[in-house]
């Protein structure tokens, strides 16, 4: 809600009127709801891997009236964007103009490359990613800061995490939209290694935090520690990598 939800309106007014919009991470549908129902020819697909958000993001799309628009996809995203990529080949569907991303960060790397490589973007596509820093997005910022995406980072408020506030990325894809373009984008540059250690260390914290065992084990206090060391760490390392694709503001 609030300041994000107004940077992605904006974002999406800049893009086609029938652009096909994917998110990752769906909860219980507030973001993909308002964006449908702001934009009616806006076609969204959405994913989410827990079944019991899933019936409720159901249920309010239903209430909503826009279960013609909006599509809630049951499935964890490394199963599910294989196959849409599959579609897409056979024409199925359509290349995406809008990706919005909300979930833990480290996941981000791997979901931005599986779309990025496969023809799933299309040029100009406009790629939104919450929360980038505490949750450990490192590899994804390198990858926007390495391939061909104009991008911006927008201070945004976060809630329950022990900090005040985090970033949100959103990018424009450069790449012209042509077959094979996507393979251009510069594959010998591996992430520096303090890149590759927070990432590390950002998915053991998220895999002990939604495990059952080990969450027990973990309270407010470890998530704001964690939180808090993990931005800092993070803001330092890219501001010691000046890069003119990605800008603060």
Not at 14 to 41: D, F, K, N
Not at 132 to 156: E, I, Q
Request: with cysteine.
């Amino acid at each position: 809600g609030g300041l994000k939800l107004e940077l992605l309106r904006c974002a999406l007014r800049g893009g086609a009127s029938e652009t096909v919009l994917l998110e990752i991470g769906t909860y219980c549908g507030y973001t993909s709801i308002a964006i449908a129902a702001e934009h009616p020819q806006t076609r969204i697909f959405t994913m989410e891997v827990d079944p019991m958000h899933v019936a409720i993001a159901r249920n309010m799309v239903v209430l909503a009236g826009l279960a013609q628009e909006l599509h809630v996809w049951t499935g964890h995203s490394k199963y599910l964007l294989p196959r849409l990529a599959e579609q897409q080949r056979q024409g199925i569907l359509q290349s995406f103009g809008a990706l919005f991303m909300d979930r833990w960060g480290s996941e981000y790397h791997g979901d931005f490359a599986a779309l990025d490589s496969s023809g799933l973007l299309k040029h100009g596509a406009i790629i939104m990613a919450d929360q980038v820093f505490w949750t450990g997005a490192s590899l994804f910022l390198w990858d926007l800061m390495t391939k061909m995406y104009s991008s911006r980072l927008f201070g945004v408020h976060v809630n329950d995490v022990g900090i005040n506030e985090d970033f949100l990325a959103i990018a424009i894809r450069d790449v012209p939209d042509k077959p094979g373009s996507h393979l251009k984008q510069n594959p010998e540059a591996p992430a520096p290694r303090e890149f590759q250690r927070l990432h590390n260390e950002a998915e053991t914290f998220r895999e002990a935090w939604v495990d059952t065992a080990g969450s027990r084990y973990l309270g407010a206090s470890q998530l704001q520690r964690f939180a808090s060391r993990m931005q800092e760490e993070l803001l330092e390392i890219i501001s010691s990598f000046p890069c003119s694709h990605l800008k603060m503001s």
